[in-house]
């Protein structure tokens, strides 16, 4: 014989852990110290900005410098290809002049006139050059310096100082400072020329 059904008693709620019902509560935040430190965020972000910026502007400065150094360079040695050209002009005029004595310009008048002329003309073009930057080297009785002369001789040269230039047979030139073209000279004969200070030949 079978027991009768009994009631299934009711489950019965759980207690629950008192901390974990209990209502969260959030952590009070200081408003003074937020605002520093979004201050302090805001100053460092600025002067961050500030650096590149100024970083920025002296390599732009940097930048604009050297493109000034360079288009000055430019024009000082863009004349260089034309001048060499016409040292040639120079060196024929020259030897014109050279070739004709005293004697003979005082028995011609017609030949002292040409010479005149070949005079002025030559003035005019040392002008010119000068006006440009390019120099004419005298190194008669200075020392000899192997940065602007070729020296292609020693020679005898009584009362000449040993190793100053005694003759000049093809003038030399600077352009702004820079040789332009060596002279080749003659060097009287004693002690070795001092060697003179580096200079820039890349005319």
């Not at 002296?58 to 000055?72: H, Q, T, Y």
């Not at 004419?136 to 100053?164: E, I, M, R, S, Y």
Request: hydrophobic share 45%; proline share 8%; glycine share 6%.
């Amino acid at each position: 014989m079978t027991d009768p059904q009994q009631p299934v008693p009711e489950s019965q709620p759980q207690p629950q852990d008192a901390a974990a019902s209990a209502p969260e509560t959030p952590e009070t935040a200081d408003p003074l110290a937020e605002a520093l430190a979004r201050a302090e965020a805001a100053e460092a972000e600025l002067a961050r900005v500030k650096d590149g910026a100024l970083r920025a502007m002296a390599d732009a400065e940097n930048v604009k410098k050297r493109a000034e150094r360079e288009i000055v360079e430019r024009e000082k040695y863009a004349v260089s290809g034309f001048a060499k050209a016409l040292l040639a002009v120079a060196d024929n005029l020259r030897r014109a002049l050279d070739t004709v004595s005293a004697e003979a310009k005082a028995a011609d008048p017609v030949l002292a006139k040409l010479v005149e002329g070949v005079e002025l003309t030559e003035r005019e073009l040392l002008g010119a050059f000068e006006k440009f930057g390019v120099v004419k080297l005298d190194p008669v009785g200075k020392p000899a310096d192997p940065n602007f002369h070729q020296v292609v001789a020693q020679v005898d040269h009584p009362g000449a100082v040993p190793g100053t230039v005694a003759q000049v047979f093809q003038a030399g030139y600077t352009l702004n400072g820079r040789l332009l073209r060596e002279a080749m000279v003659t060097v009287a004969k004693g002690a070795p020329a001092a060697p003179g200070a580096a200079v820039d030949t890349q005319a």
